[in-house]
């Protein structure tokens, strides 16, 4: 529950907020009275899954949930007035490339695959990038050795294009940079977070998924059961 006890709105309250915020397609959608509409839900305010949270991740887990299972009902509860609020909308806006990450982790997986699938989903909706490039510079003898690793482990984590660069390059890529040696990136890029965030919520809202924002979840408690049970199921 919300703030004063406030639960899930039934459909006739979200069709209104849907209205109300001018762009809420499928929130409310179906009608005609079938018992459970794809992505909302019914009409005593529940649904199969509440993500709590409209930032990138909460979004991306919904709007991929909801294409997996488009029979489940699910929300995306945000105590904000719009999503990406917070964190995801003010990061530095880098598609980072994965050479950190220790090889064989799922973070230096899922960084590479993600960075490629991020290019590809931004090409597909037409959301503005920059695929500028990063040099990771050593301005002394010192840091060579420490670039060198760092280049072995990128190419342990398959991230493409890696090369190590003199001073002359350096200078022609970037005039107002010095050093001694350059890790080149060049499938590291920047983008605007929040517009990625706001394609998600489109594209989980059109699937007929729920957004309801001004939303603060401050309570839970564990259900004695669920008729989503079927779906965790195939996850245990
Ligand atoms: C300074 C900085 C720079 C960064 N730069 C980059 C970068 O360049 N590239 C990169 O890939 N990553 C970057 N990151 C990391 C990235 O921003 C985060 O990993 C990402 O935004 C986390 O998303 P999130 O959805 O988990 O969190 P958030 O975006 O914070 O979303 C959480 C949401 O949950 C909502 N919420 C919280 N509690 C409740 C509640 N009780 N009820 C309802 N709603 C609630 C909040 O209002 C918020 O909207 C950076 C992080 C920082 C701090």
Redesign the pocket.
Known sequence: PAPGGRTLPGRAERSRRAGAAGGGAGAAAGGGGEEKRRGGGDDNGSFDVAV????????ATARELLQRHPSLALAV????PE??????????????SGIYYTPGSLKARLCVQGAALCYRYCDQKGIPYKQCGKLIVAVEQDEIPRLKALYERGLQNNVPGLKLIGAKEIQEKEPFCRGLMALDSPHTG?VD?KQV?QSYARDFQEAGGTILTG????DMEMAKESPAQKYFAEYS
């Open positions: 709590v949270g409209a930032g990138i991740v909460g979004l509860l945000e105590k904000e999503p990406a609020h917070h964190q995801s909308g003010h990061n530095s806006g880098v598609i980072h920047i977070y965030a939303f603060e979840v401050t």
